[in-house]
DNA sequence: ATATACATTTAGGTTAACCTAAAAATTAAT
DNA sequence: ATTAATTTTTAGGTTAACCTAAATGTATAT
């Protein structure tokens, strides 16, 4: 049905709508790393398609459709993540990188075999949700470490997988998903944080804070 | 490095030769189902590029670079082969279909990791060899049951995985790999053949006995 | 309100596949 | 040794992506 590239822009277009307001052509071409132009001329085939809506300085909008063909490709990316993981025992630095080919060649067949095999799982390794067949979506409660008060105890519930350094680095001082996490000093000059984390002290930048999500434990 | 595309013809043109005396234009067109010309220009490419050599009607042959790639592809493919029957539980049938489109995009270090799971299988769910990472192949002392002696016993080593309704069949009437066979009987006027497997008797057609490779026991 | 900066689109071009139709080359058969 | 049949190649065309450069359109800041 839809080509490689049709249900990569849907994708990241799902994906960018979530973060950022509106989804300009200037925004997705910065994401894909495709020219403006070539960006504008798919837009405007995606539109006649029928999968999104488009005006021109304000964004686009994925259509229903659209949203079903981006959420199908989630699913089958975090589905295909937990796999490599669970089964194959990558680290979750690598999986994202893995997963960015395999789910446009994935059959339906072959999703409902690993989504048995992992036991219907409800996130990925990173935290995020993997959306149901039907397109819905489990929604965690969960805010940014850097939101967190001092002296509180949090939960790690999710890591932002859009850097991979960033995600190798995070495990190697000790975080992991569940992982409880104490906020022991928040630093004003830098917004940088101490934290605790299995009884020994780290000093975190607000980098690593913002793309750490959490829950009070 | 290599295109999917150009993965396939070295593939293709590696299976062929392994039956045919030559692999010409015109086999490759029928096999890869794409018009003579478009062959003949891909076949002009690959001589450019070095990966085979061609003499006009009288076929090509691939080099040594060309011979390497090749294998690559079909240890890639052979132990996603197995890799999808032994962990995620498809049948022998449904394989070869998935498998064609993975072996283009699986990465090297993904190779190995199920090859590790798998435990270094050396054949895959059809009995064919799955070459080592640098190209070495085992081969069996199968040959086809056609050729068997009525009144022997003999071993199934391999079926033919070029026809997955063939594959349903075979398995429907309980042969499968490692499973010893009884030929009772050899038809002169159709060379269908009469076996016993678990002790019950089966006509088989000279369609399906050149299919399956066998050695005595 | 206008200029400047920025965002978007159009125009024209590339590439790797593929195709059909026609031409050329080879093999095989009388 | 021709002719017929077959195989292969060439010529010219398509498509879905992409690109750069230039043109157009919108927003913002003075």
Redesign the pocket.
């Known amino acids: 049905m839809a080509?490689?590239?049709?249900e990569?822009y849907l994708k990241n277009i799902y994906k960018l709508s979530a973060n950022e307001s509106k989804v300009?052509?200037?925004?997705l071409?910065e994401k894909?790393?495709?020219?403006?132009?070539?960006?504008?001329?798919?837009?405007?085939?995606l539109a006649e398609e029928g999968t999104l809506t488009?005006t021109?300085?304000?964004?686009v909008e994925l259509t229903e459709e659209g949203k079903k063909l981006a959420l199908q490709i989630i699913r089958k990316h975090r589905l295909w993540e937990m796999f490599l993981v669970e089964v194959l025992h990558f680290r979750w630095d690598e999986i994202d990188h893995e997963a960015e080919r395999f789910e446009h060649i994935m059959s339906d067949k072959m999703e409902e075999k690993i989504d048995h095999v992992l036991g219907h799982p409800l996130i990925d390794p990173h935290g995020d949700p993997i959306p149901t067949k039907d397109g819905e979506i489990y929604c965690s409660m969960s805010y940014p470490l850097n939101e967190a008060q001092e002296g509180a105890n949090v939960k790690v519930l999710r890591v932002s997988d859009a850097n991979s350094e960033l995600l190798q680095y995070v495990s190697s001082i000790g975080i992991s998903l569940n992982k409880i996490i104490g906020v022991k000093q928040k630093m004003n000059f830098d917004s940088s944080m101490v934290i605790s984390i299995d009884n020994k002290d780290v000093n975190i930048s607000s980098m690593i804070t913002k793309n750490i999500f959490v829950e009070n434990v």
């Open positions: 080509s490689e590239q049709i990569n300009t052509t200037s925004s071409s894909l790393q495709i020219s403006p132009a070539s960006v504008s001329e798919m837009i405007k085939k488009h021109p300085y304000k964004g």
